[in-house]
């Protein structure tokens, strides 16, 4: 029999988990719920069949797996409102950042198997970046959790120590990701194509490139020494991006946002 999740918290990444387990087809429409105070907001989902309410109780008991992805400053409240309901047949995610596997346990029942995961948004289409994290579970629990997110794309088992830096280059890489492909647009733009083929060629192109290190395991820098022909275009515009601190900005804009994060 397929399980039961409550998606508690159906904000951008929620409603991004509801779609990419809709559509992997790890359980049936019926069996999601997504809470959120608003549900008014939550039409879209509720309209291919998954349940919606804003009562985190009851969406709670119903559920196998009770899935957290409010706000960090709002998980403690919510905690607190479904802990009556938590027994320890149940399995607790979280994709809150920042909040520990202990301080969510001390919320909760003792004996609750609580994991950490850390998507991103590409969830939704199930090609997320997932990173996990546990303490204390039994294989049957962290089975269902890995067979939940492998159907939404790639999985690593981390410490959860490391569940930090896993949000820095995994969630918020998404976002460095879309930055770096808008700006070659603007500079496809400027050499001469339209907005719409500038925009398909680099996604494409990236797309392409990340599947080659997938596919093939190489380091970037034995594919690059392909692409650059000797005294050709490729360095020459590699090198001034360099002089210009491509490499430096992004190492550093990786350092600011994870300091961020531990600062709290
Ligand atoms: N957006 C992203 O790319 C990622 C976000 N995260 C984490 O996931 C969590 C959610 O992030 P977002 O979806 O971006 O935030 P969001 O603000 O879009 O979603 C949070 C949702 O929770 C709802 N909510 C607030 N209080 C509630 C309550 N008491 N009961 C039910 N629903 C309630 C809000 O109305 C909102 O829709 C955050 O902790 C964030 O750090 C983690 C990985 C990636
Ligand atoms: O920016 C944030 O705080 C969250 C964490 C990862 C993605 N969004």
Do not use: W
Not at 103 to 116: D, I, K, M
Not at 126 to 135: K, N, P, W
């Amino acid at each position: 029999m397929s399980k039961s999740i409550a998606i508690i918290g159906g904000g951008n990444l929620g409603i991004s988990i509801a779609e990419g387990l809709l559509a992997g087809g790890f359980t049936e429409a019926s069996k999601i719920t997504v809470t959120r105070r608003n549900i008014t907001l939550l039409q879209p989902l509720q309209q291919k069949g998954i349940r919606v309410t804003d009562n985190n109780p009851v969406a709670a008991k119903d559920a196998d797996v009770v899935l957290l992805a409010v706000k960090p400053f709002q998980v403690k409240e919510v905690l607190r409102e479904i802990a009556g309901v938590i027994t320890p047949d149940k399995i607790v995610v979280s994709v809150v950042t920042g909040v520990s596997i202990p301080e969510l346990a001390a919320e909760l029942p003792s004996g609750v198997p609580v994991f950490r995961a850390m998507p991103n948004t590409a969830i939704a289409i199930r090609e997320s970046m997932t990173c996990i994290a546990f303490h204390k579970a039994g294989k049957p629990q962290v089975d269902l959790v890995m067979e939940i997110f492998t159907q939404l794309g790639r999985v690593a088992m981390i410490d959860e120590q490391l569940m930090d830096a896993a949000t820095v280059l995994g969630a918020c890489g998404t976002a460095y990701a879309m930055r770096y492909i808008r700006a070659n647009i603007q500079g496809g733009i400027e050499i001469g194509f339209d907005a719409a083929t500038a925009s398909l060629i680099a996604a494409q192109t990236v797309k392409g490139a990340a599947e080659l290190l997938l596919l093939k395991g190489t380091h970037p820098e034995y594919e690059i020494d392909k692409v650059t022909t000797p005294k050709g275009c490729t360095i020459a515009g590699l090198n001034e991006m360099e002089h210009q601190g491509f490499s430096s900005s992004l190492i550093k804009g990786i350092s600011a946002s994870f300091g961020k994060i531990q600062k709290g």
